[in-house]
């Protein structure tokens, strides 16, 4: 069940390093709510996992930060000392794709436990260990009493992943960041695990932003998709109207080059070229250089997240059509952000994101003068 309130939001999030030629998230404007799973999509480098580490406050140091990070209604990027420790270990808990890597492998699994449950302010030696338990119960480990006097390798990886989400639970948190976290699992573990995370969400409305490669496993988990490219948004849609009709050329391009049951290699169409480096800028589209509809106009076209025109067209007299967003200046607006008097248009005849933009350029000017 999802609310309308937001439980994670990120507004005009916008990340510069030193020594890098574009910045490593820009503009990144996203929204979780209560009981909503989120998906992020996109290549290696695109900004995913950095996206999912600002909910934490974990950005680079040194990096210089624009843009708002609330979580559950809390500043992120205000937090500091204990505030910034209270809000990681009780708010937002993040699972990674290695769980071998969360958990030391000299430490029982009751240790890794009892620890977590000390940060989220269960101190008492005996409840910890009797809440480690049951945590492991929660997660669907069998014998979870023997389990917690357990070292990391006598579990095979997915028991791992199990121990590692029940450490996420410890403090029963708002959000969850799942960072590729079932892309080590074989597919029946990973079908598990994404059982065990939709129960957890479903009693707990727990909202969590799930960060996957693979964009059918997004399209099957995910109530809504969003794809990132060189640190932007590029689209966003509902999960099964992003595969059913993806917009933005670079949501096509990936899912042109993803396997699909009964499909041939030669089925498969690469992205030509590779995800761009930040040593890398660009003076318009990011897109540009990977893109088969790019334009001479693309390449200082300077990128607007718009709301879309549905496929097809509007509905006439039908309900109102969820269409999503996108960035593109060639695609077609919604009718309620397209220019209505200044005629940009596109090759269908709708107004496009050029059209937008240079209607809104050309307001501004009209209210400067
Ligand atoms: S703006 Fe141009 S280059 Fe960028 S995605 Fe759209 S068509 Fe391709």
Known sequence: MTTTQPLLDIAGLTLELPGTARPLL?????????????????ESGSGKSTTAKAALGMLPAGGRTEGRVTVDGTDVLTLRGEALRAHRARTVAMIHQDPRAALNPVRRIGDFLTERLAHAGVTDRRAARARAVELLGAVGLPDPARHVRQRPHELSG????????AGALAAEPRLLLADEATSALDVTTQAEILDLLRTLRAERETGMLFITHDLHLAAAYCDRVLVMYAGRIVEQQPA????????????????GCSPTLGGTAADLRPVPGRPPSLAESFPGCPFAARCPEAEPECETWAPVVSPLEPEGGPVPNGPPVPAGEAACRRLPLAASVAPAT?????????????GASEASAASGAEAAR
């Open 240 to 255: 099964p109207a992003l595969f059913a009709h993806p917009r933005h050329p670079y949501t096509r391009g990936l899912l």
């Open 158 to 165: 997915g028991m791992l992943q199990r121990v590692v989400i």
């Open 342 to 354: 200044h005629g940009a248009t596109g090759a269908s005849g709708a107004s496009t994101a050029s």
């Open 26 to 42: 820009a503009e990144v404007t996203l929204q979780v709510r209560t009981g909503e799973v989120l998906g992020l999509v996109g």
